[in-house]
T-cell receptor, first 110, second 114 residues
Framework: SQQGEEDPQALSIQEGENATMNCSYKTSINNLQWYRQNSGRGLVHLILIRSNEREKHSGRLRVTLDTSKKSSSLLITASRAADTASYFCATLTGANNLFFGTGTRLTVIP | NAGVMQNPRHLVRRRGQEARLRCSPMKGHSHVYWYRQLPEEGLKFMVYLQKENIIDESGMPKERFSAEFPKEGPSILRIQQVVRGDSAAYFC????????????FGPGTRLTVT
């Protein structure tokens, strides 16, 4: 399966702390994307990193990509209660569809 | 610019009935993707369509499921003779192009089969 695997499955931190989520995948990719899903809602696109990029920033988000290890990480700095959600990585292969991981459930405690 | 629209948001069907899920992509987007999410799981790709063409249906179950994206109107995901195992959230996404474009997701349709 090409599906990504997120680690950890669930993470609970205090507001203000940093949260790090990891994603591993199995096949070569065109790009890797991170999405957020609030409970019972649709997905919100956070950041896209191409296979020839190693790091990308967007506000409080920092994504790294290591294609040699087939892994990516998402760092959320100075977390807020509103960051509580499930976070998914998704890989785009040449087949033009996204393969999603199983997600990390992040809880930020106020 | 309105986002991706899906309707209905919730759909309840009895076993054996048909379910029709609609998706209107963002303005200017001609690529539509359907995904299914079972409880506590990630999204799984079902089908990728462009106007009037199915490009990739490798994630679609072989029977009872079909999808279309006509020249005019929304994309339709159709499930015939629904069974309890079809209960899930179905998400539609659209993009202006492929491969290097991000996909914008709709709010989803939650299908419950009783």
């Amino acid at each position: 399966s090409q599906q990504g695997e997120e680690d950890p499955q669930a993470l609970s931190i205090q507001e203000g702390e940093n949260a790090t989520m990891n994603c591993s995948y199995k096949t070569s990719i065109n790009n890797l994307q991170w999405y957020r899903q609030n409970s019972g809602r649709g997905l919100v696109h956070l950041i896209l990193i191409r296979s020839n990029e190693r790091e990308k920033h967007s506000g409080r988000l920092r994504v790294t990509l290591d294609t040699s290890k087939k892994s990516s990480s998402l760092l959320i700095t100075a977390s807020r209660a509103a960051d509580t959600a499930s976070y998914f990585c998704a890989t785009l292969t040449g087949a033009n569809n996204l393969f999603f991981g199983t997600g990390t459930r992040l809880t930020v405690i106020p | 610019n309105a986002g991706v629209m899906q309707n209905p948001r919730h759909l309840v069907r009895r076993r054996g009935q048909e379910a029709r899920l609609r998706c209107s992509p963002m303005k200017g987007h001609s690529h539509v993707y359907w995904y299914r999410q079972l409880p506590e799981e990630g999204l799984k790709f079902m089908v990728y369509l462009q106007k009037e063409n199915i490009i990739d249906e490798s994630g679609m179950p072989k029977e009872r499921f079909s999808a279309e994206f006509p020249k005019e109107g929304p994309s339709i995901l159709r499930i015939q003779q629904v069974v309890r195992g079809d209960s899930a959230a179905y998400f539609c996404a659209s993009s202006p192009g492929t491969v290097f474009y991000e996909q914008y997701f709709g709010p989803g349709t939650r299908l419950t089969v009783t």
